[in-house]
């Protein structure tokens, strides 16, 4: 019953056809061969790829280590949180679902097992989830995540944090994102919320009209009780991206990844939305979720 599992040493072959490659190194190297072709032809017919949420891959980076919440969370992996009765990813996925979301990759590195034991192959959550695994002992973060996956993305994939709640329109988001790609050669749209307090998060500098983005910030202690514009941990990623993705390498999206696209000339949208964003990444900030959680959304007793 449980999910297809993609790891490290067994990669996927892409759906358009790549040399297969008997190491994660030989795919890396075919990884650009297929990316170029991929946008060649997309060029040439004028096609832009899985352009609804039905559609397109959700991967949910869920293989962190979670330290700061080994005081709550012993020996459990954060997106299994328990959230009355459920646990966090539960809650994510079934978001996801709710807004049209049928296809589900789970990045998974740090307790991965247990993971899989609770939430299988999606079938009883109306979803289909498969999983991409990192060893464990070599995590090479949220980028090198991505790129562990990369075989399920055959044109973009909708990227989420596995310890962020962010109640928006996903399905317009994907929308207006493809809309854009076929105007302009846009690699990302990242979700944007503003917060309270920006101090516990990096935040992001907009152009004027707040559709694109012009700088990354890293936290910023003298920010505390400061409202600000943060990264959501909600993003629309075209393969393209990829390329600039350096294998075998720690890295992050948020902090080298699209920073250096930025930097490369890169065109980074950008999308501001009013809704409530939550984080469950320190014992702080999963309380807070936890008691707004029961007070807004949890069904009460009739």
Request: hydrophobic share 40%.
């Given at each position: 019953?449980?999910?297809?599992?993609?790891?490290?040493?067994?990669?996927?072959?892409?759906?358009?056809?790549?040399?297969?490659?008997?190491?994660?190194?030989?795919?890396?190297?075919?990884?650009?061969?297929?990316?170029?072709?991929?946008?060649?032809?997309?060029?040439?017919?004028?096609?832009?790829?899985?352009?609804?949420?039905?559609?397109?891959?959700?991967?949910?980076?869920?293989?962190?280590?979670?330290?700061?919440?080994?005081?709550?969370?012993?020996?459990?992996?954060?997106?299994?949180?328990?959230?009355?009765?459920?646990?966090?990813?539960?809650?994510?996925?079934?978001?996801?679902?709710?807004?049209?979301?049928?296809?589900?990759?789970?990045?998974?590195?740090?307790?991965?097992?247990?993971?899989?034991?609770?939430?299988?192959?999606?079938?009883?959550?109306?979803?289909?989830?498969?999983?991409?695994?990192?060893?464990?002992?070599?995590?090479?973060?949220?980028?090198?995540?991505?790129?562990?996956?990369?075989?399920?993305?055959?044109?973009?994939?909708?990227?989420?944090?596995?310890?962020?709640?962010?109640?928006?329109?996903?399905?317009?988001?994907?929308?207006?994102?493809?809309?854009?790609?076929?105007?302009?050669?846009?690699?990302?749209?990242?979700?944007?919320?503003?917060?309270?307090?920006?101090?516990?998060?990096?935040?992001?500098?907009?152009?004027?009209?707040?559709?694109?983005?012009?700088?990354?910030?890293?936290?910023?202690?003298?920010?505390?009780?400061?409202?600000?514009?943060?990264?959501?941990?909600?993003?629309?990623?075209?393969?393209?991206?990829?390329?600039?993705?350096?294998?075998?390498i720690p890295q992050s999206l948020e902090h080298d990844v699209l920073p250096r696209a930025l930097s490369e000339g890169g065109e980074i949208a950008s999308e501001v939305f009013e809704e409530s964003?939550?984080?469950?990444?320190?014992?702080?900030?999963?309380?807070?979720?936890?008691?707004?959680?029961?007070?807004?959304?949890?069904?009460?007793?009739?």
């Amino acid at each position: 019953m449980g999910g297809r599992w993609l790891t490290l040493t067994e990669p996927r072959t892409p759906r358009l056809a790549t040399p297969r490659g008997d190491s994660f190194h030989r795919l890396c190297e075919s990884r650009n061969e297929y990316l170029h072709l991929h946008t060649m032809r997309s060029r040439e017919d004028g096609t832009v790829g899985v352009a609804t949420l039905d559609e397109v891959p959700v991967m949910i980076l869920a293989g962190g280590l979670g330290t700061r919440l080994a005081s709550v969370l012993p020996n459990v992996p954060k997106g299994l949180a328990d959230v009355a009765g459920r646990s966090f990813l539960e809650l994510q996925i079934d978001l996801l679902r709710r807004a049209g979301a049928r296809r589900f990759v789970l990045c998974v590195g740090h307790l991965a097992s247990q993971i899989r034991s609770v939430l299988g192959d999606g079938r009883q959550l109306g979803v289909s989830i498969e999983y991409s695994v990192e060893d464990p002992a070599r995590l090479l973060g949220t980028a090198g995540a991505i790129l562990n996956a990369f075989g399920f993305i055959e044109s973009r994939a909708l990227v989420l944090n596995g310890d962020t709640y962010f109640d928006i329109d996903y399905a317009g988001f994907v929308a207006r994102h493809v809309e854009r790609c076929a105007r302009a050669e846009t690699i990302a749209t990242l979700a944007v919320a503003q917060v309270e307090d920006a101090s516990d998060f990096g935040t992001v500098v907009l152009s004027g009209a707040g559709t694109r983005v012009v700088e990354f910030r890293e936290k910023e202690s003298s920010r505390a009780g400061r409202a600000g514009l943060v990264n959501a941990g909600a993003y629309m990623v075209e393969a393209e991206l990829l390329k600039s993705i350096e294998d075998s390498i720690p890295q992050s999206l948020e902090h080298d990844v699209l920073p250096r696209a930025l930097s490369e000339g890169g065109e980074i949208a950008s999308e501001v939305f009013e809704e409530s964003f939550y984080d469950i990444g320190t014992p702080r900030s999963l309380a807070r979720f936890l008691e707004w959680y029961d007070s807004t959304v949890r069904p009460q007793p009739s």
